[in-house]
């Protein structure tokens, strides 16, 4: 077989699809198993298509045989390629409860995100013109994903039943607020999407809340999301279940779970600590750390690094060890 398909478990299989992103090809998973079932596909591109129904033909299967989507989060290289597969096999696609509407109603969704993205930039210190800039660019990536309608719901806590497989589904927010959780306590696998990845620290970005009310206020008011604080307690989470396998929505699978999970909860304490050291020194704004942290990234990655920032921010807030404070439309930290 070739280095793009991969069996990982028993009746699992790992197909490396390619996406246009930085992070470099995404993982989709089939679960050989009635109904046959695929985690994840990849962005909507024709390139990732063929060689998602490369990997399946390789398995032995092909597209029209597919019986039941499941999408980990929102992310569009998880779930661009959603309603293609849906047209073309008459699959069910299960999604967590609350991410049900956003994904059917994708492009406004997608607009709202962006939208919540800009006001935070300009807050926190973002340069306007960056921000306009970053939200162009956001907007024409929306075409990686897509809408779809999902025939099935899952409710965290609850169990997707499959001939020879039981998942437990386990809504695990921070990455994203809809990352959604399939755990195989039987065999101790966890299919993770991008909850725990062997070489990257899941970025916990902020994005528009699930719920609309919440979506509303949201971009109504100065309140923010706060993923980060939401991360920690799910991998706590994940850590209690000791898993002896996390397949990730990139890379290789994560064996060494406890040990990486520690290992990310010490570095989220020591840039926590790094970050309250700099604002200890004078007040800034967000983007004035992230710049003073990681520079030029800081503007051509405008809105990572700055969620980066205040994820943080959020950990020491926590602690009473910071305190934000408008002056002139912008907001200052304070230790
Ligand atoms: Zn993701």
């Not at 008459?90 to 997608?110: Q, R, T």
């Not at 300009?122 to 075409?143: F, I």
């Not at 902020?206 to 991360?231: G, K, M, Q, T």
Request: glycine share 6%; aromatic share 4%; with cysteine.
């Amino acid at each position: 077989m070739s280095a793009s398909v991969q069996a990982v478990a028993p009746g699992l299989h790992r197909i490396e699809v390619p996406t246009p992103f930085r992070v470099g090809p995404v993982n989709a998973y089939l679960v050989e198993d009635e109904p046959l079932t695929l985690v994840d596909n990849g962005p909507n591109s024709a390139t990732s298509l063929l060689a998602l129904e490369s990997g399946l033909n390789e398995i032995g299967y092909a597209v029209a045989d597919l019986e039941l989507l499941v999408v980990t989060h929102q992310h569009v290289d998880h779930h661009g390629l959603t309603s293609a597969l849906l047209s073309r096999s008459g699959a069910e696609l299960a999604v967590l409860d609350a991410l049900a509407a956003p994904l059917a109603g994708w492009p406004a969704y997608a607009e709202g995100n962006d939208a919540l993205a800009q006001r935070l930039m300009c807050r926190h210190g973002v340069p306007e013109g960056v921000a306009t800039v970053l939200r162009a660019v956001a907007r024409a990536q929306h075409g990686w994903g897509g809408a779809a309608q999902a025939s099935r719901l899952l409710v965290s806590g609850e169990r997707l039943e499959l001939h020879a497989h039981t998942f437990e589904i386990i809504h695990a927010p921070g990455h994203s607020p809809s990352d959604t959780l399939l755990w195989d306590a039987r065999e101790r696998i966890m299919l993770g999407g991008d909850h725990l990845l062997e070489h990257i620290s899941s970025n916990p970005i902020i994005a528009l809340p699930l719920d609309e009310s919440d979506a509303r206020r949201a971009l109504d008011e100065p309140c923010r999301p706060h993923p980060l604080p939401a991360y920690l307690a799910s991998l706590r989470r994940t850590r209690s279940l000791r898993p002896a396998i996390v397949l990730g929505g990139h890379g290789p699978p994560v064996r060494n779970v406890p040990a990486l999970i520690d290992e990310r909860l010490r570095f989220h304490a020591r840039r926590a600590e790094k970050i309250h050291s700099m604002i200890v020194e004078r007040p800034r704004a967000a983007h004035e750390v992230a710049r003073a942290m990681w520079g030029e990234r800081a503007l051509t990655q405008a809105f990572l690094t700055l969620c980066e920032v205040l994820g943080h921010v959020d950990l020491l807030a926590e602690q009473r060890r910071v305190l934000e404070v408008e002056e002139d439309a912008i907001v200052r930290l304070h230790a």
